[in-house]
Nanobody, 124 residues
Framework: QVQLVESGGGLVQPGGSLRLSCAAS????????IGWFRQAPGKEREGVSC????????YYADSVKGRFTISKDSAKNTVYLQMNSLKPEDTAVYFC?????????????????WGQGTQVTVSS
């Protein structure tokens, strides 16, 4: 019942920053678990950062810890992924996802609702 639309991707130089947005409609995100995932060419989809509404816990992949931050603006019903100090290895299609439960681990098969994806390319 929730629809997700990502935006904010693009081309950025190494060391630069981007903020991805995931706008939700059809339902409030207050009772959903939320995740950001990415898939690079030839690689499996991986969890980048996830948030569980039940206890407010967050998860970050080791490769992005300290550089990326997940956040939510309840008034706008939107989640964000702030990406700093970007590296070429971060190049991928980024997806936001949600599931109607308060607790979810950051693995893609647990999430039922997905956005269309937005391309992030980090290159000089």
């Amino acid at each position: 019942q929730v629809q997700l639309v990502e935006s904010g991707g693009g081309l950025v130089q190494p060391g630069g920053s981007l903020r991805l947005s995931c706008a939700a409609s059809g339902s409030t995100l207050d009772y959903y678990s939320i995740g950001w995932f990415r898939q690079a060419p030839g690689k499996e989809r991986e969890g980048v950062s996830c948030f569980s509404s039940g206890d407010g816990s967050t998860y970050y992949a080791d490769s992005v810890k300290g550089r990326f931050t997940i956040s939510k603006d309840s008034a706008k019903n939107t989640v964000y992924l702030q990406m700093n100090s970007l590296k070429p290895e971060d190049t991928a299609v980024y997806f936001c996802a949600a599931d109607s439960g308060l607790f979810r681990q950051c693995v893609s098969f647990l999430y039922d609702f997905w956005g269309q994806g937005t391309q992030v390319t980090v290159s000089s």
